[in-house]
């Protein structure tokens, strides 16, 4: 396929697979990234997210399978396609030893832009960012947001067509978290096309227009959020006591009543259940109130993403915190 | 935005625009050594450090109370000594930029493979005249004098530059190897060590045991520190100066390959 800017995909991969020894970090992974749309990359630790940004920003050669960026193989045509990406990587990337504006600077004249373009480029994207104030002190000295920050200026200097984020937000606070959130939308407004693993469901919700989950190197479920969200059963029975000692008691009932696989939340005496006919509601409501059990809560609503991942890989997003995350840092 | 603003991105790069990129390069080096204090204070004060060591400490001694003729002997060694563990930076400087994650950004440019790579070493050569300027400088102050003409110096330093060019290529291919900046500090040492001292570079090779002196004779700090002596005190200089030119370009020759498949297969 040769290039072509109305192609309606600005990346395509078809069964991406990547071994690292005897580890398979990608077993078959198809994506696709609609031009100047959001691709939620959603997937725990270790599950393959960022060793398949890295065969898309080509940083490695895939094992099997292919992948395209606007129509150029990351392989065969890397040079083009690296003409065309930015990468803000999930080990922030920028030069420590450098200020701001000289990290900026020498990107600039590594793609080529004369001296004074390049520091004109510089300022700007500082400014964009916030960090005018701190443009001339070294990136060490920079908290983790800041950084975050510019090395999401550094990957915008040469305008890239479509815009890799490998976890932009991983280990920042939230009120940081928050302002990267906003600078990402700022950029989807310019019509970037953007590709953005992360693990945290909520940012996937907040951000993409669709997404991909993936689980132990292959994928389990792609869709729009909604989509997604509908395959859990689309809506949500919550159910809080008002005596928290009647918690099982409510579960158990619930569990009677549907066919679902009931989630209780003694912390937060919370009882969750997915339903899919909702005739059932007032039915369960019903036998709530014969048995006597009064409610300090009783809600139906969508079921959130977290919810759908459980559902999709049969455990919750954060389970593998600290099992797997050696296997994606091992390749570096 | 509209399709047709778009130009169609290049098949491949000049290697002018190679050359561009490892010049960028080279300013980031460069750059980092001046932000870098700890760096400056060390490249300055470790030739001091050897001066004043190797002069009081081993001068009387060796040359029978005379530290300045020891002076006028070992400085054209610690020349050489400096440069030799200031090669070290280079495989510190690539490790760091790998296990930093900047070597992904870089690759993830539109740019020379090789440039980074490059800009790595040619940076260095900063650090490099900076050491021997302190050497030189210091090693006057305590009464070194230059017996043959400012045109044999020059040359004396331009031969320790070209050789420290190659050895450079050991120590990035060393930084690509090892998985930390530590263990270029630990195996780097371990590999400098008896090159530096198993040489004349320090002292007369008579005493040393025919096994030692086997060595000596084959190890190319011997030639440098000769042709180097040769330079700047007097002495033969034609055979020594050429084996080292030839060494260090036998180094170039095999280590720049080596570090350049080396950093393809890490990164």
């Keep these: ?332 | 935005m509209t399709a047709t603003a778009i130009p169609e991105p290049a098949r491949r790069l000049s290697l002018l625009g190679g050359m561009r990129n490892a010049f960028t390069l080279t300013w980031r080096s460069v750059l980092k050594i001046r932000t870098n204090m700890e760096d400056v204070l060390g490249l300055s004060l470790q030739p001091i450090m050897f001066l004043v060591l190797f002069t009081y400490v081993f001068g009387g001694a060796i040359a029978h109370g005379s530290t300045h003729a020891y002076l006028q002997y070992e400085l054209p060694g610690l020349l050489v000594m400096s440069v030799v563990f200031a090669t070290l930076g280079t495989g510190l400087m690539l490790n760091q930029d790998i296990t930093g994650g900047v070597f992904d950004r870089f690759r993830s440019l539109p740019i020379a493979r090789w440039a980074p790579l490059a800009g790595a070493v040619l940076g260095d050569m900063v650090r490099y005249v900076i050491s021997v300027a302190v050497t030189i400088g210091f090693g006057m102050i305590l009464g070194f004098r230059v017996l043959t003409n400012p045109v044999s110096a020059i040359a004396g330093c331009l031969l320790l530059l070209a050789f420290a060019l190659a050895m450079c290529w050991v120590s990035a291919l060393l930084g690509l190897l090892v998985k930390t900046p530590q263990g270029v500090q630990v195996f780097g040492s371990l590999a400098i060590f008896p090159l530096v001292f198993g040489s004349s570079l320090l002292v007369p090779t008579a005493t040393m045991p025919g096994w030692l002196q086997a060595f000596v004779k084959v190890n190319p700090i011997t030639d440098l520190s000769a042709a180097e002596r040769g330079l700047f005190t007097g002495g033969p200089v034609a055979t020594p100066a050429v084996r080292s030119l030839l060494w260090a370009l036998g180094i170039f020759v095999v280590f720049a390959p080596l570090a350049v498949r080396a950093y393809r297969r890490r990164t």
């Design chain 1, 1 to 332: 396929m040769r290039y072509d800017a109305t192609t309606a995909n600005a990346v395509e991969a078809t069964g991406l697979v990547k071994r690292f020894g005897k580890t398979t970090a990608l077993s078959g992974v198809d994506l696709v990234a609609r031009q100047g749309r959001v691709l939620g990359v959603l997937g725990p630790n270790g599950a393959g997210k960022t060793t398949a940004v890295r065969i898309l920003a080509t940083l490695l050669k895939p094992d099997g399978g292919q992948a395209s960026v606007c129509g150029y193989d990351v392989v065969r045509d890397a040079h083009q396609v690296r003409q065309l990406i930015g990468l803000t990587g999930q080990y922030a990337s920028v030069d420590e030893g450098l200020s701001g504006t000289n990290n900026l600077i020498m990107i600039g004249r590594l793609l080529g832009l004369p001296r004074s373009d390049a520091r004109a480029r510089a300022g700007e994207l500082l400014a964009r960012f916030e960090l005018t104030d701190a443009a001339g002190r070294p990136a060490k000295t920079y908290s983790g947001g800041m950084r975050r920050r510019l090395d999401l200026a550094a990957s915008l200097v040469g305008h890239p067509r479509v815009l890799y984020l490998d976890e932009p937000t991983t280990g920042l606070d939230p009120r940081s978290r928050a302002d990267v959130w906003v600078m990402i939308r700022g950029l989807i407004a310019d019509g970037v096309t953007v590709l953005l693993t992360t693990q945290y469901l909520e940012e996937a919700d907040h951000l993409a227009h669709d997404i991909v989950v993936i689980d132990r190197g292959k994928v389990v479920a792609t869709g729009t959020p909604d989509e997604l969200k509908a395959r859990a059963g689309g809506q949500v029975l919550q159910v809080s006591p008002a005596d928290l000692a009647r918690l099982a008691e409510v579960a158990a009932l619930l569990a009677a009543g549907t066919t679902a696989e009931v989630v209780t939340d003694a912390e937060a005496g919370v009882v969750t259940v997915p339903v899919t006919d909702t005739a059932l509601v007032p039915h369960l409501f019903r036998e709530l109130d014969d048995r006597g059990i009064e409610l300090a809560e009783f809600t139906l609503r969508k079921a959130s993403l977290d919810e759908v991942f459980f559902t999709l890989t049969g455990h919750r997003a954060d389970d593998e915190e600290n099992g797997d995350c050696e296997l994606e840092g091992s390749n570096r």
